[in-house]
């Protein structure tokens, strides 16, 4: 994998945006724990990369997303959490790592 932080962030944004779908409870769990492990793997990445801001911001969304002690809320506060998230993962894939070139 040459450039894992763009795949990782774009796969992941793609993955919150499916969630504005009706899908079954089981895909949001998982989204749950494909969010939360990508964001802490994402704001390592970014911590080695000298951009702590932005991994302090991934670090936040961990904890939003953590499945160990999980943060309840209603459907439709998930909703904008799910869609800022995603934009947030590709703006880290795609602009991020283009100005690491």
Do not use: C
Not at 27 to 42: H, P
Not at 53 to 79: D, K, M, Q
Request: net charge positive; glycine share 6%.
């Amino acid at each position: 994998m040459k450039e894992p932080i763009k795949t990782v962030a774009t796969i992941v944004g793609f993955l919150l945006l499916l969630a504005i779908l009706p899908l079954p409870y089981g895909y949001y769990t998982f989204l749950r724990l494909t969010v939360f492990v990508s964001s802490l793997f994402l704001a390592y990445q970014l911590y080695e990369k000298k951009s702590h801001g932005l991994s302090l911001v991934l670090a936040g969304l961990a904890l939003l997303f953590n499945p160990i002690i999980p943060v309840y809320l209603l459907r439709e506060t998930w909703l904008p959490i799910d869609l800022v998230s995603a934009g947030l993962l590709f703006y880290v894939g795609y602009y991020v790592n283009k100005g690491a070139k």
